[in-house]
């Protein structure tokens, strides 16, 4: 499990996995996010949208400050919680989304 309000990068790469595996995002229109494409919306507009409710949720705090701790937290983030290439839990959690898409029951 990630700490509520310090993702990192492999809290970001946990919840672009499973919005792909959720919502194939691949199949966003691009003329629906123009001018950007749909790496960067995700990764600009999704992620953050999740991770600030996610926080929300564990910590019972509104979306606002939820948000502000999203902020403030993510340089703690990335030094707690890196992508590794070699990271097993990292890859189990791919793996067991993957299986899970087709259930939609994915693990965030």
Same mark, same amino acid.
Request: glycine share 2%; proline share 5%.
């Given at each position: ?11 970001? #790469?946990? /919840?672009? &996995?499973? $919005? ?9 229109? =691009? ?21 600030? #409710?996610? /926080?929300? &949720?564990? $910590? ?9 701790? =999203? ?38």
């Amino acid at each position: 499990n990630f700490l509520p309000c310090s993702f990192g990068s492999k809290g970001e #790469h946990v /919840i672009v &996995h499973a $919005l792909e595996a959720m919502f194939h995002t691949s199949t966003i229109p =691009l003329d629906a996010i123009w001018p950007l494409n749909v790496k960067k919306f995700t990764h600009s507009f999704l992620v953050p949208y999740v991770a600030t #409710h996610a /926080i929300a &949720h564990q $910590l019972n705090v509104s979306i606002m400050d939820a948000h502000t701790i =999203l902020l403030e937290s993510r340089q703690a983030g990335i030094r707690l919680h890196p992508a590794l290439d070699s990271d097993d839990k990292l890859d189990q959690i791919c793996r067991s989304n993957i299986q899970q898409s087709k259930s939609n029951t994915i693990i965030i």
